[in-house]
């Protein structure tokens, strides 16, 4: 998942709360209302602990891939298919989706689409030609594109016609199996304005994308325009939008605001005016401002759950939402101090053996949080969990921890740390002398995460592993910890940890290619293993679940990423008077043009 110069601003607005939270009487009240719908209004959302949006092409490039990110974005930019999981299993959405459900051709090869009659706000309708815009600059711009993973969209296209303004086809590269291709492929596609095929702010829109060096022009012009955060409000880039909502204001401390877009077309219009996302530096100061009433929905961290009688007596309800998504640390296999010790499986299942996730659920989560040992999300829809991650490879174990370090060559220094002292045990790589030492770069702000940090360092001490904590901005931890090469200063990240909302929501079909496929662009850690390769791309063409069980059984036991248990998104805190909130498990969208008031 994945913000600035926000102290100040939040500053001030930490402060008011409290002074509002230490009386009563001031409290913005909640709750009550007619139960009759009441068009337009406001909503106040929270946004996560030390989370700021700060990218709105529709492209989100590594180290801008915070889920609030796409939530805000597909609020104004359709996705080509949109997916939901709120009614317990996931479905499409037909509603939040540019077009008809996909036709593909008896040998799989072909898929013919029709988009939905959306209109953009410059007036021009969506057209095929939009979709063609999108496939260009993701060839062009796929090296830095954090969605894209080798020989898939769009190596897997390999040829586009339009059959009609509003009716395209795509070849296939091979015939995949369709339901994946249109939940984890087809969905990644958002149609972009063609009035954004330009290489400059002043230059002409042309046809620039229709070839490979004019669409890397544009695509880089894009990316420079979305990295100026200051201009999101005034760019007029991003005022051409075809969404239930257009960008009303977005401030360098993250703070942004949604206005319903009055010349919206499709079948899914807003009902609310507007929302204001609001951004605070640690959970704490969310919760404050909570008990003022100055947040219509937000959430109630964990360590304040036993404070919940006191939010509905106030006027929220209070609600889990739980995620489609897994959570891990991943190690930074290209690390030139301890990228060759991670490469060592053993050394992985040692540590995995010295993360007690029971305590780390129970005690730190409350019980709000659950176990995760492997690739595919531990306890939702179960048909792609194997035995092999089900009952847990990796148990925690200190002894076994110990004994898997004493077998190759690791002894305790002085200072009690381990240290490789026979080299030709320790593995390829590693040096004698060699300390393990290590950092893990993790985001700031949340109890949570404190805990579940103080928690990993002092099981790993007992196992002779030193732990420093390197905490950060969530957007600083997701902009440091991506992939590089050894001799690059930007890998100097040993381990990171970006989960306290869950560090990976899924497509439809929990499958890996963008997480531990060689060269994906969410592979923060650069893991690579060809069988692991192999399995992946078994899950994109095979039509029933037995690859998925393979996949899941072979990841787990071969520990990519540290896996650590999966916290709900948030235990949401929800004004009682507002109806129509669904909490996706995907949570890939937020959906706020289904909100309503009854006040």
């Not at 050894?486 to 929990?510: I, K, R, V």
């Not at 531990?516 to 060809?530: H, K, L, Q």
Request: hydrophobic content about 35%.
């Amino acid at each position: 998942m994945a913000r600035r110069p926000w102290r100040a601003a939040l500053g001030v607005t930490l402060a008011a709360a409290l002074a509002l939270s230490g009386c009563a009487a001031s409290r913005e009240p909640h709750g009550g209302g007619s139960g009759t719908p009441k068009p337009g209004g406001t909503v106040r959302f929270a946004m996560p602990p030390s989370a700021t949006p700060n990218w709105i092409m529709p492209f989100s490039i590594p180290g801008y891939g915070g889920s609030y990110n796409g939530m805000i974005r597909s609020t104004m930019y359709v996705p080509l298919y949109s997916y939901d999981a709120s009614s317990g299993s996931v479905t499409l959405d037909d509603a939040a989706s540019a077009a008809d459900v996909p036709r593909y051709s008896p040998d799989g090869k072909t898929v013919t689409i029709t988009l939905k009659p959306l209109t953009w706000s410059t007036g021009e309708r969506l057209t095929s030609r939009d979709v063609e815009f999108w496939l260009n600059l993701a060839r062009a711009g796929k090296d830095n594109w954090g969605k894209y993973s080798k020989g898939l969209i769009p190596d897997s296209i390999t040829g586009f016609h339009a059959v009609d303004d509003r009716t395209f086809t795509f070849t296939l590269d091979k015939a995949y199996n369709p339901d994946w291709f249109t939940a984890n492929q087809l969905s990644l596609i958002v149609p972009m304005p063609h009035a954004w095929d330009r290489t400059s702010a002043a230059g002409p829109v042309g046809d620039h994308d229709r070839t490979p060096d004019g669409a890397k022009k544009v695509f880089d012009f894009l990316v420079s325009q979305a990295k100026q955060l200051g201009a999101y409000g005034t760019n007029p880039l991003w005022k051409v939008v075809n969404g239930p909502f257009t960008l009303a204001g977005f401030t360098t401390s993250g703070e942004v605001t949604l206005r319903k877009n009055p010349k919206y077309t499709g079948p899914d219009p807003a009902k609310i005016d507007s929302v204001r996302f609001l951004t605070f530096t640690s959970s704490s100061a969310e919760y404050n401002v909570l008990r003022a009433g100055g947040v219509d929905y937000g959430y109630l961290p964990t360590s304040n759950l036993g404070q919940r009688s006191k939010l509905e007596q106030q006027g929220y309800r209070i609600e889990p939402w739980n995620g489609w998504s897994i959570t891990y640390s991943p190690y930074n296999f290209n690390n030139p101090k301890l990228g060759k010790v991670f490469s060592q499986l053993y050394v992985r299942q040692a540590i995995q053996h010295a993360v007690d996730q029971d305590a780390i659920t129970s005690v730190i989560w409350r019980g709000a949080a659950r176990v995760g040992y492997g690739p595919v999300p531990q306890d939702n829809d179960t048909k792609y969990l194997s035995p092999q991650q089900k009952t847990n490879p990796y148990p925690f174990d200190l002894n076994k921890s110990k004994q898997l370090f004493a077998d190759h060559g690791w002894k305790p220094g002085s200072d009690g740390i381990l240290q490789c002292a026979d080299p030709a045990k320790c593995g390829e790589g590693i040096a004698q002398g060699t300390r393990l030492s290590l950092t893990m770069l993790t985001e700031s702000g949340s109890d949570e995460t404190d805990g579940t940090m103080q928690e990993l360092r002092s099981e790993l001490s007992k196992a002779g592993i030193e732990m420093k904590i390197n905490a950060q901005p969530l957007n600083t931890v997701l902009a440091n910890g991506t992939t590089c090469k050894p001799e690059e200063p930007s890998c100097s990240w040993q381990l990171s940890y970006f989960g306290t909302q869950g560090s990976w929501y899924f497509s439809a079909n929990p499958s890996g290619e963008e997480l531990f496929a060689t060269g994906a662009g969410t592979n923060f850690g650069g893991y690579t293993d060809p069988k692991a390769d192999k399995l992946i791309a078994a899950t994109n063409l095979a039509s029933d679940n037995a690859a998925m069980l393979e996949y899941s059984a072979y990841l787990a036991e071969q520990l990519p990423v540290l896996w650590l248990p999966n916290p709900p998104y948030q235990v949401s805190a929800i004004d009682t008077a507002l109806h129509g909130v669904s909490q996706d498990p995907m949570a890939g969208q937020l959906l706020p043009q289904r909100w309503f008031w009854t006040r």
